[in-house]
């Protein structure tokens, strides 16, 4: 019995590794990081069964040094170049300089700063191999990263030693490394600590160390959020899970959804909304003839409208189309609160003259696919939860529905107090179009003054980045979620600042169907956040229960 106490608290070094009580640890240290990072490495590096300590040291190199630091990398370059030989290739010292020369311009400008970073990894297990073992295994998972380690020989004691500032303590040769802010930053789960936000509804758990991130829209310039991925990523059940916790916190926070696929109306309705359904069956209509869309200006509704009926009658002749405006303008100087189609249909003869095919083109608002919207706007003002289905809508009827649809959301969003969040789903419906898809990027631009944030869902970036209205929109973005996307073009890594590494993960992001959750890549100002979202166990149910269309989800 002594005896083994008296083993617990002695120590003993070997040439590669101590023991502690009766731990045995194997340490092991970095002599080169890679060139790139993947993010969330640690979390591939040390799995949760691993017997593996990391320690973290780093020391601010004040400015001037950093400087004379660079220059001297540059110049040791320039001069392997002009010497022609040396052990590194020449392409890698045009890179060296080169990064050596923008690194400079960055420390100068103070964009970044260097560190000098300690690094050690500590294997431990209860037995000398099995420290060792796994130390080995650690080696060989960092390699495949592209580091270079080392194990300390006769060099232990130093290794573990209490951590103190670069010349102050004694460390094994090549411990300290100089990383620029973007390097350090890469060694952390959360490179931005601003993404943690408090008071902000839970996105998801980091994929790194399952730590919890907490993003509060409300918080930042722009309140909107974009959602990519493949169909089956779980962009839907994320929007819908953010929109449930946002609701949680601010109750009072009101929700639109345009559902091109029709699977929001059961949530709609469960959280005590209704559902607009332009094909018919709905509840409730929203009249596309209704100047609430325009903010009750019956002169700026009269022109929406020729518009949205010459895009829904493209072979209109010109006194056909003459005929039309004049019809609607004189519905609207009438003074009519809420004029319906039918009101129009009585108004098209009153002209004098030839009124064309007009009263037979209009009479699919009396008897045919579009008589649903043949009538006043039945919203209910104290709807907290509206969801806009379009499914059943035929495709040469869609800018029709989109025009009055984004005109009646818009004047929602600027006429109702409080905050507002919209659900855009399948957007790439709506940036196919010129007249929606500009409209879009205004909605993004302009709700934040109203109180009002987009979640934008959509397969593929790369429907936005093709025309500037688009890519204007994903700059306003505040975060952009990235789910499993079948690949990532090169316009599109370029334009979010996609490593190689995230994009080559994301055709490799684990989809909810075979993982219980989703894997995702937040991308959050300059923080990019691997992140599993996660719904607990009731909003599992609820969201499997309501989210989905008619038939899908009844099982
Ligand atoms: N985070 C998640 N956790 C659990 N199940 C999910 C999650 N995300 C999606 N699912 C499930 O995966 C399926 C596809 O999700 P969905 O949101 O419809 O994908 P998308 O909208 O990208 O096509 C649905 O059955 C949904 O319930
Ligand atoms: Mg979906």
Redesign the pocket.
């Known amino acids: 019995m002594s005896t083994t106490a008296a083993r617990r608290s002695s120590v003993a070094e070997g040439s590669t590794w101590a023991r502690i009580g009766s731990r045995y640890l194997a340490p092991l240290l970095v002599r080169q990081f890679p060139p790139e990072v993947a993010f969330g490495f640690l979390g591939r590096v040390v799995p949760t069964d691993a017997e593996v300590d990391l320690v973290i040291e780093a020391y601010r190199v004040p400015a001037n040094e950093a400087l004379e630091l660079v220059h001297r990398a540059k110049t040791a370059a320039e001069t392997e170049l002009a010497a022609g030989t040396g052990g590194a290739s020449t392409a890698e010292l045009e890179v060296e300089r080169a990064s050596a020369d923008a690194l400079g311009r960055e420390v100068a400008r103070r964009a970044q700063e260097l560190w000098r970073v300690g690094i050690r990894w500590i294997a431990s297990g209860a037995s000398r191999p099995r420290a060792e073992a796994e130390r080995l295994r650690l080696a060989g998972r960092l390699a495949e990263l592209g580091f270079r380690t080392r194990v300390p020989q006769y060099e232990v004691a130093a290794t573990l030693g209490p951590t103190g500032a670069p010349g102050g303590s004694r460390r094994p040769v090549g411990y300290w490394q100089t990383l620029p802010t973007d390097g350090l930053a890469a060694l952390f789960p959360f490179a931005d600590e601003t993404v943690l936000e408090p008071t902000g509804v839970l996105v998801g758990l980091s994929l790194a160390n399952a730590s919890p991130v907490f993003l509060d829209r409300w918080g930042h310039a722009s309140h909107s959020w974009g959602f990519f ?10 929007a819908s ?1 953010t929109a449930l916790r946002t609701r949680w916190l601010r109750p009072e926070t009101e929700l639109i959804v345009l559902d091109p696929l029709g ?1 929001y109306g059961r949530l709609v309705r469960a959280i005590g909304g209704t559902v607009v359904r332009p094909a018919g069956g709905g509840e409730d209509r929203i009249n596309p003839l209704d100047p609430v869309t325009t903010a009750g200006d019956p002169n700026e509704k009269a022109g929406r409208v020729g518009t949205m009926l010459r895009a829904l009658f493209p072979s209109l002749r010109d006194e056909e189309a003459a005929g039309l405006d004049a019809a609607v303008r004189r519905l609207y100087a009438a003074g009519g609160a809420d004029p319906t189609f039918d009101d129009l249909l009585r108004e098209v003869p009153r002209r004098a003259g030839d009124v064309g095919r007009l009263p037979a083109l209009l009479e699919v608002f009396r008897s045919g696919s579009l008589a649903p919207v043949n009538g006043h706007t039945t919203l209910r003002t104290d709807a907290r939860a509206v969801a806009v289905d379009l499914s059943g809508v035929p495709d040469d009827q869609m800018p029709f529905h989109l025009a009055y649809v984004l005109d009646w959301a818009y004047g929602r969003l600027r006429s109702r107090p409080g905050p507002k969040l919209v659900v855009v789903d399948e957007a790439h419906l709506l940036a196919r179009h010129d007249a929606t898809a500009d409209f879009l990027d205004r909605m993004v631009r302009h709700v934040r003054h109203f109180q009002a944030g987009l979640l934008l ?1 959509t397969q593929n970036p790369d429907d936005f980045l093709d025309r500037p209205s688009g890519r204007s929109l994903l700059r306003n973005l505040y975060a952009t979620v990235f ?1 499993r996307l079948p690949e990532v073009s090169a316009p599109a890594r370029e334009f979010f600042g996609l490593s190689a590494a995230e994009a080559a993960w994301l055709p490799k992001a684990r989809l ?2 075979d993982a ?3 894997e995702s890549l937040w991308r959050v100002g300059d923080a990019h956040l691997p992140l599993a ?3 607990s166990t009731p909003e ?1 149910e609820f ?2 229960h309501n ?2 269309g008619g038939a899908s989800s009844d099982g």
Do not use: D, H, N
């Open positions: 991925g493949t169909t089956g990523s779980g962009k839907s059940f994320a899970l699977e869902l789910l909810p169907r219980g959750y989703a979202i996660v719904a599992f969201l499997r989210l989905g």
